[in-house]
Each structure stands twice: as structure tokens, then as C-alpha cells.
């Protein structure tokens, strides 16, 4: 009941009906009218009929004939009474003889005709000759007045005492049976009531096969073509077998799907070779990326080129100067004697001092090797000390005092331990440009709140970052330095490595009171016993 189809018949079915129904109704009540209208004319007729018949015996006065003549022709099939009666209201003949001598009432339907005003009228019209009422067993009579006009051969009778000023004598009163006009009647429209249902169940049955032909069929296989294509069926094509409406929506629908079938090809081919483009310009921005964080490295390395150049001149230096005064030594012999102690405490100063050269190159080569991300198990607070040992020299030039707060027993993290590096670098040597006349350094590790992250800190009180530049710190290129000193990548590229090991990396910053940048890295094993923190704190003070 929800197809466009059952909507379209129900809609006609219901028009039909009730044209139909309007149509049956005034058929019926037409047939009525003119079965009513035979009807009156045959009982106008007998009654002129039974009045002239009558008029031989009234001018003789001759009542038996006349009573003879009214009984004969009240026993004709039809006929319920025959009567006749004056002026005021006395029936003088009847064909019930029970009824002569008695008056009726003027004010019923046989006299209300006539007597409905003062006097009697002089003549009667037609439609208020005839009267139909029911008798006390409920049948249909059809009463028809005639009145008996005063003719000159009745007025100059020597039997009569008429004037001839008196129009009427009397009236014929004649009641029909209507049982048989009713009966033909009912008859009559039952039938014509079984015509109509037979029509319109044929009409209806045509009407349903032509809906679903036309209309129902064309539908259904417009809609099982559309759940084709929803399922994926581009290209589905439907038969034309018509020029209509129908048939112009079924081409549409094949040259729409036919479109779609290209379109979806052609979408598919854009597909493939976008991805192999996109494919392309991955590797492209990879080796891109690659060599931006290379870039940067390498900048950071020339910046602690210089550092690592003059802590190395201070050791050098003190083993070019043990080492002559060694060879002083042996040149002068003493070297056997009291100057033997002393010979070995210079040999000792100068392993050590070399060995802390060999430190210092050792972990700038170590941060400087090109190498793809390399993720391991790494112990974050061992690269924060290697990190340390690096700009030891640069904290002792500057004035800034580290302070070093490593929670003790952290869990290990997987990440490539040289970028980290390299972030923490980045992180601690823009602090320390923040401090050109000394200051204080801290960087601290610990475990986040529920405990999945592993927290690094590093925090200044130098000078602090503008309001406005804070919101766009890690974009590229974008430096607060002098011209010289920096391009504006050590951030951007600090924000990648983190974000590639799936961590986040966060800043605050107040102008005056100094930064702090919040490392957090996840957790991919933790250890099974406790971890407890542990300050420790370690002042770098100038040698």
C-alpha cells in the first residue's frame, strides 16, 4: 500500500465509486421521475375515462347505472376505490357503498386541493389533482381529483336544478394502487444498481491492469534498477519498451548509469595514479624531511664545533705542558730520582685529560652520523647526561648554572636515541641563547600522573618568548635571534621527532620570569619494581 501503483488506484477506485454512485443515484431517481410521471398520466387518464363513462348516467340521474359502472371499473386490477362527491364534501356515489350519504373532511388530502382557501375554486390545476398517501396497511395509493365541470347539456336538463353560474357540480375522486409501479420500481434499480457494481468492478479491474502495466511495472524496475546501482552495479541498464514519460525516465536512468560506470572509472584511474603521486611525493618529503633534520643537526653541530673546539684546548694544553715538562725531566736525568712521583702523577693527568678529549669528539660524532630513525630500548636519562656533557663547556662561557633533577629507575622508552638527542640539544642550547649574562638551567625527567609517560623538562628563567610569536614557536623558520644565528628549524624539527615517536611536545612561556618546554614520550615496556625518584642535582661550576 506504500507503491506509487496501489496509491494511484486506490485514488481512481474512489473517484470511480463515487462518480459511479452519483451516477447510479440520478439514473434511479430520473427513472423515478418518469416511472411517476407514466404513472400520473395513465391514472389522469382513467380517471377522464371513468368521468366521461359516468356522464350518460349522471344526466339521466340514473344512480344505479352509475353505481353499477363505478363498481365494474373499481374491480379493474389497480383500482382501490372510485367516488364521487359535491361540492361540499358528501359523497354521492362510491364504490364502496358503505361510504355514500357520509361528508369528508374538507381539510384532508382528497379536498385540500380545492378548499384551501374560503371558497372553492373555480378550477383546479394539474399537479394539485394528484395526491399520494398510504393506507392503513402501509400501501403506496396514488389519489387523482377530477373535477366535474357544469356543461351547459347538464344545466339545461329538466331532471337537474344546476344554475349555470356554478362551475363545478362535484369531483371524481380515483385511487390507483402504486404496489405494481413500486414493485417494478425496486425492481428497476436493483438492477440498475447491479449494473453499476458490475461496471465499475470491470472498470476497477481494468483500471488495476493498465496502473501496473503503465505505471507499477515501469516503477518496480526503476527501483530494483536504482538498488543496483546503490549496490554498486554502475553500468546496470533497464529495457525501453515505450515512448512515454516512463519510457523517457528509464533512457535517463540508463545514460545516468552508463555516466556513472565512466565516472567511476575514470575516478578509479585519477585514484590509482594520485596514489601513485602521492606515493612519490611521500618518499620526495621523507627524503625531504631527512635532510632538514640533517640540516639541523648540522647546524647544531657547527654551534658545538666551537664549544667542543675550546674545551678541548684546555686539556690540550695541559698535556702539551705536562708532557714537556716530562721531557725536561728525562733530558736532565731526574726522571729516576725525586722527580719519579711526580713524572707519574703528570702521566695520569695527561691520560685523563686525553681520555676526556676522546669523550668529548667520541659523543660529537655520535650525535653527528647520518642514520635513519632507529628505534631501541633506550634509557632517557642516559641521553640527557651524554646531552649534557656536550654543552658543559658552553654552560661554564655563558655563566648558566644546570641544574640536573633525574628521577632514578625510570622505565626504558623505544625511540631513536640520537633525535631525542637532538631535541634536547635544540631545547637546551635556545635556553641558553636566552641567557647571554648567565642564569639558571633546569632539565628534569619523571613519570607522568597515571603513570604511561615518561615527562622531560626543560626550563630557563632568561628572558621568555613575545605573546604574539608563542602561538607560532614551532612553525619553520621562524627565529627571535640575531641574523646569523639561527634559520628557525630547531623547533620545527623537534616538534617532528617527537610527534614521530607519538609523543607531544608543549610550551609556556611569561616575558621576564623565563620558558619551559614539556617532552612527553609514551611507555612501550615498563619495568616490573617501583620506580622511586630521586633528586639529583648537579652544579657545573666554572673550572
Known sequence: MHSLSAKLIALLLMLMLGIFGLLGYLNIRLHRQHLEAATLTSAERVSDVIKRSTTYYMLRNDRQGMYHAIATMADEPGMVRVRIFDREGQISYSSDPSEVGHSVDKSGEACYGCHSRSEPLAHLNRPDRFRIFQDSTGQRILGVITPIENQPSCSNAVCHAHPASQKILGVLDTNLSLAKADAQLAQTSWRMLAYTLFALLDISLLTWLFVWRLVGQPLKELKDGTRQLADGNLGYQLEVDSTDEVGELATAFNRMSLQLRSANEEIVAWAKTLEDRVDQKTRELKRAHEHVLQVEK????????????????????????????????????????????????????????????????????????????????????????????????????????????????????????????????????????????????????????????????????????????????????????????????GLAVSRNIVERHHGRIEVQSEMGKGTTFRVTLPIYSSPAHAVAPVSEVATLKSR
Open 298 to 489: 648540522m647546524a647544531t653541530i657547527g654551534k658545538l664545533a666551537a664549544v667542543v673546539a675550546h674545551e678541548i684546548n684546555n686539556p690540550l694544553a695541559g698535556i702539551l705542558t705536562y708532557a714537556r715538562l716530562i721531557k725536561k725531566w728525562i733530558q736532565r736525568g731526574e726522571a729516576e730520582s725525586s722527580k719519579r712521583a711526580d713524572a707519574e702523577q703528570s702521566l695520569d693527568l695527561i691520560a685523563e685529560e686525553s681520555r676526556r678529549c676522546g669523550d668529548l669528539v667520541r659523543n660529537l660524532l655520535t650525535f653527528s652520523r647520518t642514520a635513519p630513525m632507529n628505534l631501541q630500548t633506550t634509557d632517557l636519562n642516559a641521553v640527557v647526561d651524554r646531552s649534557v656533557r656536550l654543552i658543559a663547556h658552553q654552560l661554564e662561557m655563558t655563566g648558566v648554572e644546570l641544574h640536573q633533577e633525574l628521577t632514578g629507575g625510570l622505565p626504558p622508552v623505544q625511540c631513536d636515541p640520537g633525535q631525542v638527542e637532538q631535541v634536547l640539544l635544540a631545547l637546551m642550547i635556545n635556553a641558553i641563547d636566552a641567557m647571554p649574562h648567565g642564569g639558571n638551567l633546569w632539565v628534569n625527567t619523571g613519570l607522568s600522573d597515571d603513570g604511561s609517560e615518561i615527562v622531560l623538562r626543560v626550563r630557563d628563567d632568561g628572558s621568555g618568548i613575545p605573546p604574539e610569536i608563542l602561538t607560532r614557536i614551532f612553525e619553520p623558520f621562524l627565529t627571535t635571534k640575531e641574523t646569523g644565528k639561527g634559520v628557525g628549524l
